[in-house]
């Protein structure tokens, strides 16, 4: 029990930094903190059951094999479309002068 809280407790305050946060400040601008606070925390709990659900059914039914070719082929496919991405990025000259 005390891995679970730990890993939660990560996780909640992990998760504060990114988008949460703007929406959490926008909200809070409308609404009591402490509402903002706990619908917050719910709709992350679900997200991470929602996660872990599937996770937990995804491994009983494909095989550890599987998984780990699966996991390494999304990792050299998203570092891929990153290099891709910051390609993009680059300033194009139109004209030569």
Do not use: Y
Request: hydrophobic share 55%; with cysteine.
């Amino acid at each position: 029990m005390e891995e679970l809280l730990l890993s939660l407790g990560l996780i909640f305050v992990a998760e504060l930094g990114d988008k949460t946060q703007l929406v959490a400040l926008t909200l809070a601008t409308r609404f009591r903190a402490g509402v903002v606070l706990t619908g917050i925390f719910v709709a992350t709990m679900l997200v991470h059951l929602l996660s872990v659900a599937i996770g937990g059914f995804t491994g009983t039914v494909l095989p550890a094999g599987w998984i780990e070719l699966l996991s390494g082929l999304a990792f050299v496919g998203f570092g891929l479309w990153t290099i891709r991405g910051i390609s993009w990025m680059k300033p194009r000259v139109l004209c030569n002068p």
